[in-house]
């Protein structure tokens, strides 16, 4: 493996652990409040679910290299974008800040399966 693949490799790794931590912190701290509504509650179940798996499925890609993480890594992706999007569409986009919020969730949800596979198919 090339010096600026391992670099590379390395980044993709740091920024998909980075991002699960952040949606793990964000649904942990909706689930700890002490005034969340119920539709906020499940959404924040459902953040912080994905957070923890893609952190497993990273963990099982690096350990094991097996084929089936890269397709895990998508389901869960697909799925808690379709979340996300119903939770913005059921809450009203009053703005088009909602799209961009969608927008900037595909990049991170395109960066952590593009993170899995490559760790998949490292030398």
């Not at 912080?48 to 397709?71: C, D, H, K, M, P």
Request: hydrophobic letters at 55%; a neutral charge; aromatic letters at 10%.
């Amino acid at each position: 493996m090339k010096k600026h693949d391992l670099i590379f490799l390395i980044g993709l790794i740091v920024l998909s652990g980075l991002t699960s931590f952040i949606f793990i912190s964000y649904g942990m701290n909706i689930i700890l409040s002490d005034d969340a509504a119920q539709g906020a509650l499940v959404f924040a179940y459902v953040t912080t679910a994905y957070g923890l798996a893609n952190v497993a499925i990273l963990s099982v890609a690096w350990s094991s290299r097996e084929a089936w993480s890269n397709g895990a890594s998508k389901f869960i992706s697909m799925c808690f974008l379709g979340a996300f999007v119903m939770d913005t569409i059921n809450a009203g986009m009053k703005s088009p800040l909602g799209a961009v919020g969608i927008l900037v969730l595909v990049l991170v949800l395109v960066a952590n399966c593009f993170a899995v596979k490559k760790v998949v198919e490292r030398d």
